[in-house]
């Protein structure tokens, strides 16, 4: 099994049929996971600030 075969699908994709500006963030956090850092960053350019913020997050919490 890949790591893609859980991963939640766009509601707005599904129902319209076009990505909504979060289509790829899951794929983006992924490829950052795994090494591959051009390929998030292009996937999803906002990964790096989204990622940031979580880790900010999750450190007041």
Do not use: W
Request: proline share 5%; net charge neutral; with cysteine.
């Amino acid at each position: 099994m890949k790591i893609e075969d859980f991963m939640l699908p766009c509601p707005i994709k599904k129902i319209f049929g076009v990505e909504c500006f979060g289509c790829g963030t899951q794929r983006a956090i992924v490829m950052v996971f795994e090494g591959r850092f051009t390929e998030a960053f292009h996937m999803f350019p906002a990964v790096y600030t989204l990622l940031l913020f979580l880790q900010l997050l999750f450190s007041i919490l």
